[in-house]
């Protein structure tokens, strides 16, 4: 349960229609193996202690009374269980029938939540037998306790405020106006649903629709736990379709007619950030709503089942991977279309390298370019060699601008950086930052002079990592006129050019694509070694497939830095030990906090995805904040 994590599960148990003992022995049963796999939210079916399909034996004292006494055996039964268990069971409350969910702990009846929305169509009759919630909240009694009813009612563990939920039962999801609504904005984290809702063709679909649409509007975990094998198929076929959806992405299902379980862990702390976030999402607290606490010891989850992404900018589906680097190649050449248009640029000016992110603007700036229906001559790619360049990435960035028809110029700066090596009176052979920087910003330099001579607008190449890195030369690379990769991150950049690669329409840029790919990331502003790339970014400040990971969950989701350390490791076990995860962490939030001033005047550039940095879009932060209670937490 620490750092917001809990295991839920919604099954649906073998059960017997108007057996109470036997489906309290099948719910103490699924109660304990839920125990043993760290479950700590157990939700099952609508009516599970009676079954749903009772029909006018409802009415009898004799099935009502036996639901009540094996409610309390399966009280007594999971008193030494860890874990809130919801069941349905019928309850007679002030000379009517209702339709509940009982919250049971640790052998305590905490509250009875009455359906509020009963169906009285097709093949549902439950008006025949039940009364709606009441508006009010009351109390019961049940099993010989005093007991909080009704359908306002909140349940909080006392240790970890967002383990919070609340239940509404099968209908209540159908209605256009669900209780879960109030719920969510009443403080719950976490909305059961213990549900009988029959299979029909189609029905399944429309059911995970539902779920999954709610918990993403509610920004909330959804637990549906549906009535399954056992009950009558007189006129219905139950199928058990379980699920647990959080904030609109499913997380586990148990299909129809399948195993009846399903199971997830879900990160009530994220949902709690994602509220805070969101400026629309009300405040905590709804009128009439009564906050029931329960005590439940902290425990470190196993978060091993829960699917976290080793690159969260980059979908794991192949065709989705292609529709997102479609979807963002359109939005970076509107936007780029809309800047050159509005400067009447008659060029876009881009200093392509043979690397990744140059070759990205360049394939941004074409499209451009198409979209305006301008000659792709428009568009003007300098390559700039010195001492690092090599053969390989001069010759990548040649044949991508011949492959792509695009103006192409060679402007070696090596000259005038050795002339300014001996105006500030710096050594040639002096590798420091002065000698890397000074390339960089003469390559700036050159860029905006011809951009000026040629009436264009300079194109910046650098991403989204970079930024957050402050990998970037301050008034070198890190300006441009307009930066085009500004919030698409490193990992997502080579997915994208792979994209475009598979897309190529003809053999030679295919070629190029691929084999910028397949070339280290470098700045190359240090002497080749024997015709070969000798600076190999990520060996000097950490694999970028950490960075973006560390960059999503600190910035993205609000992590704390233990947090964000404790998914690394999950993430990538076997791949990384701890060791080598905290020292680039450590190194991201020092550079992170120690480069905001170059992010602070950056260029214009898109928002394309969840996470950007710019300061005039999501990210506001001074330039001077210290780092210190953020490596602090990694100690």
């Known amino acids: 349960m620490r750092d917001g994590f809990i295991k839920v599960a919604a099954v649906s148990p073998e059960m ?32 599970c202690l009676t079954g749903y399909t009772c029909g006018d034996l409802f009415f009898q004292p004799t099935l009502t009374e036996a639901a009540e006494r094996s409610l309390s055996k ?31 702990y640790r052998g305590a ?31 019961a009694r049940l099993c010989g306790e005093e007991v909080p009813f009704g359908s306002k009612l909140l349940f909080r563990c006392a240790g970890m405020r967002d383990f919070s939920f609340a239940a509404e039962i099968c209908e209540d999801l159908w209605v256009p106006e669900p209780p879960s609504v109030r719920h969510a904005l009443a403080g719950a984290r976490i909305i059961a649903n213990l549900s009988a809702s029959d299979e029909t063709v189609g029905k399944a679909e429309y059911r995970r629709a539902l779920v999954l649409g709610q918990s993403a509007h509610l920004v909330c975990a959804y637990v549906y736990a549906d009535a399954g094998q056992g009950e009558s198929t007189t006129d219905m076929v139950f199928g058990g379709h379980d699920l647990v959806a959080e904030n609109g992405r499913l997380l586990s299902e148990c299909e129809p007619f399948t195993a009846g379980h ?103 700036a074409v499209r451009a370019s198409d979209l305006m229906k301008h000659p ?37 700066i090596t000259e005038a950086v050795k002339l300014h090596f001996r105006d500030i009176g710096h050594k040639e052979d002096e590798y420091d930052v002065t000698f890397e920087n000074a390339q ?23 991403d989204l990592s970079e930024l957050a890195l402050g990998w970037a030369t301050y008034n070198g690379d890190q300006m441009s006129m307009y930066g085009v990769n500004a919030s698409v991150p490193k990992t997502l950049v080579r997915h994208i050019v792979r994209y475009a690669a598979d897309s190529a329409e003809n053999e030679p840029l295919r ?3 691929l084999d910028i790919l397949d070339t280290p990331v470098s700045p190359e502003l ?24 560390f960059l999503y969950h600190a910035v993205r989701c609000g992590f704390s830095p233990r947090k964000v350390r404790r998914l690394a490791n999950a993430a990538f076990a076997g791949i990384y030990d701890g060791g080598t995860i905290d020292k680039w962490l450590k190194n991201f939030y020092r550079r992170f906090f120690a480069q905001q001033f170059k992010r602070s005047c950056m260029p214009d550039g898109p928002k394309v995805g969840s996470v950007t940095l710019s300061p005039r879009g999501d990210w506001r932060m001074p330039s001077d904040a210290a780092a210190a209670l953020w490596l602090a937490e990694l100690e």
């Open 262 to 364: 399903s199971s997830a862990v879900i990160d009530a702390q994220l949902l709690a950030q994602e509220r805070k976030r969101l400026t629309t999402y009300p405040e905590e607290g709804t009128a009439g709503y009564r906050t029931i606490t329960f005590e439940m010891e902290a425990s470190d989850t196993d978060i091993a089942e829960r699917l976290i992404p080793r690159r969260p900018f980059v979908p794991d589906d192949g065709a989705e991977r292609g529709r997102r680097a479609a979807a963002i190649l359109t939005m970076q050449a509107h936007g780029l279309k809309k800047r050159l248009e509005h400067a009447r640029a008659k060029k876009a000016v881009i200093g392509v390298s043979g690397g990744l992110d140059s070759c990205l603007a360049l394939l941004v």
């Open 511 to 513: 070629r190029a694509l």
């Open 440 to 462: 960089a910003r003469e390559r700036t330099q050159v860029l905006m002079d011809i951009a000026n001579k040629e009436g264009g607008l300079v194109v910046g190449t650098g």
């Open 526 to 549: 240090l002497p080749a070694k024997d015709g070969e790339i000798s600076q190999i970014t990520e060996d000097l400040i950490g694999p970028y497939e950490l960075h973006d990971f």
């Open 109 to 139: 009846l905490l509250g009875l939540v009455p359906k509020k929305n009963l169906p009285n169509y097709s093949e549902f009759y439950e008006k025949r037998w039940f009364s709606p919630a009441p508006e009010e909240n009351a109390t």
């Open 16 to 47: 017997r229609v108007a057996d109470c003992d036997y489906n309290a022995e099948m719910i103490v049963d699924a109660a304990a193996r839920a125990a043993r796999d760290g479950v700590r939210l157990l939700v099952l079916p609508e009516l």
């Open 376 to 412: 792709r001559t428009g568009v003007l790619a300098v390559t700039m060699p010195c001492f690092g360049t090599t053969a390989r990435t001069k010759g990548n960035a040649e044949l991508l601008c011949e492959a792509l028809g695009v103006d192409f110029r060679c402007v070696d």
């Open 74 to 104: 399966v009280m007594r039964a999971a008193s030494d269980l860890s874990v809130v268990i919801l069941a349905g069971l019928p309850v007679a409350h002030g000379g009517k029938l209702y339709n509940c969910a009982a919250v049971i």
